[in-house]
Nanobody, 117 residues
Framework: QVQLVESGGDLVQPGGSLRLSCAAS????????MGWYRQAPGKQRELVAV???????NYADSVKGRFTISRDNAKNTVFLQMNSLKPEDTAVYYC???????????WGQGTQVTVSS
């Protein structure tokens, strides 16, 4: 059974930094694309960043240059380094993994990020 456990969410001031982690278990994750989505109150869930099984990355325009996604296949973990945080980055951040070969997709429980002075 696949499980994703996120950590690292917190309250931070504008301009600050946070690092989110997502530890995965229950499968061989080097074959999966791994990513982060976020959902703010009253808004739809949106893609923040993804790193493919081959190591390619893609970012939402709103976070380019500020966020960096990375993965450690040996530890089945994906990270999201968030710098220069803005109030509009406030949301619940969800870890996501997808095996494109089968379409299997899994979600974490979410971690709250609040950017406020």
């Amino acid at each position: 059974q696949v499980q994703l456990v996120e950590s690292g969410g917190d309250l931070v001031q504008p301009g600050g930094s946070l690092r989110l982690s997502c530890a995965a278990s229950g499968s061989i994750f080097r074959f999966y694309d791994m990513g982060w989505y976020r959902q703010a109150p009253g808004k739809q869930r949106e893609l923040v960043a993804v790193v493919t099984s081959g190591g390619s990355t893609n970012y939402a325009d709103s976070v380019k240059g500020r966020f960096t996604i990375s993965r450690d296949n040996a530890k089945n973990t994906v990270f999201l380094q968030m710098n220069s945080l803005k109030p509009e980055d406030t949301a619940v951040y969800y870890c996501n993994v997808e095996l494109r070969a089968t379409g299997a997709m899994y979600w974490g429980q979410g971690t709250q990020v609040t950017v406020s002075s």
